[in-house]
């Protein structure tokens, strides 16, 4: 499932039957009882819960899990550079300003400033 897909719901019934849990029992020649479910009328057919509706879950919550870690991410960064310009313009800084997000400084050799690691930003 890609993030321009929209999650489509499954809308589960239970399944309701005139006797629930009633069961006949069968005499098997090597001795066994096999029960039979013998619920009466069903009046409502359930939905079945197996592999292939419980991995759609799945995968829905890893799906709506990963974006939300994207949107956050995403959030973060634009909290940055919005607090740099609003800083800049604050403070009639309106030429030369960059921003840069890094995640780490590991291709990068930093001669002056710091490296804020919460904002993932250097401070020259």
């Known amino acids: 499932m890609s993030t321009l897909n929209e999650y489509i719901k499954i809308k589960w019934q239970d399944h309701i039957v005139e006797r629930p849990g009633t069961f006949r029992e069968v005499q098997n020649q090597d001795g066994s009882v096999t029960h039979i479910p013998d619920e009466g009328e069903i009046l409502q057919e359930g939905t079945p819960v197996n592999a292939s509706k ?44 960059f921003v840069v997000n890094f995640a780490n400084l590991d291709s990068i050799k930093l001669a002056h400033g710091v490296y804020d690691e919460a904002g993932k930003r250097l401070v020259i």
């Open 54 to 97: 419980l991995n759609h879950m799945e995968e829905g919550i890893y799906q709506a899990n990963r974006q939300a870690k994207i949107n956050k991410d995403d959030i973060s960064s634009l909290a940055v550079e919005v607090a740099i310009l609003k800083n800049a313009a604050l403070n009639n800084f309106t030429h030369n300003i």
